[in-house]
């Protein structure tokens, strides 16, 4: 089953409760355009603002992570930012495989937003062979076949699925396979994995649905 269950269990391998390890990305962007504004530190309540969480609840998060911040002077920007990147593992330069070229996958390997978050898109693959050979982003496609060798050639442990539901399940287990315990899916199938794997689901068209039932929550 997919192991990216909600409450408040333990990541694997890690302090943190899976609440608090999802709201980390957010905090870690909010901290990346304070940095750029030239902040060097910041209060609670001040980045909690620019997150959408209570102050108390982001607190709580990152207390977790040590003792960063002082009552009345605020976090330091920086050292912040190094805490949260080493607690999602982004300290050091991670690959990620890409699999489907097609049109998601080629506006994926296009995402300029891998470097600043600690990934390297290694690899790109695909089924089709007339993909093959064209470049995505800064890599050039390669076959499906490749599959195994890319990711032993590139150590990778996560990859992004871009492609069609009828062969996710099939793609999912030769990453496994190969070695990846991290599955980004935008498959509209529920992933069947073994322990130790997790799997992200990002299905857009029921993102599309809530959003469709929150409008029409709006207009009663």
Avoid at 37 to 58: E, N, Q, Y
Avoid at 187 to 206: E, Q
């Amino acid at each position: 089953m997919s192991s990216d269950g909600a409450g408040h269990s333990r990541g694997p391998g890690s302090g943190l409760s899976r609440p608090t390890v999802s709201r980390l990305p957010g905090y870690l962007r909010a901290l990346s355009a304070l940095a750029r504004a030239g902040t060097v530190r910041v209060s609670s309540t001040d980045l909690a603002g620019h997150t959408g969480v209570s102050p108390a609840v982001l607190r709580r998060d990152l207390s977790s992570l040590g003792q960063l911040g002082r009552r009345g002077v605020g976090y330091p920007v920086a050292a912040l930012q190094q805490a949260i990147s080493r607690a999602l593992g982004l300290v050091e330069d991670q690959p990620v495989v890409l699999v489907g070229a097609g049109h998601l996958g080629s506006a994926l390997a296009g995402y300029a937003g891998f470097g600043e978050r600690g990934m390297r898109l290694c690899t790109v693959l695909d089924a089709d062979p007339r993909l093959v050979g064209e470049r995505r982003g800064s890599v050039v496609v390669r076959p499906l076949e490749e599959l195994e060798g890319s990711v032993a050639e590139s150590g990778a442990r996560l990859a992004i699925m871009a492609v069609p539901a009828g062969v996710a399940q099939t793609v999912a287990d030769r990453l496994v396979a190969a070695g990846i315990r991290g599955l980004l899916n935008f498959a509209p199938v529920d992933l069947v994995v073994p322990r130790g794997v997790t799997v992200r689901a990002v299905d857009l068209s029921t993102e599309l649905q809530i959003l469709a039932f929150h409008q029409a929550e709006l207009r009663q």
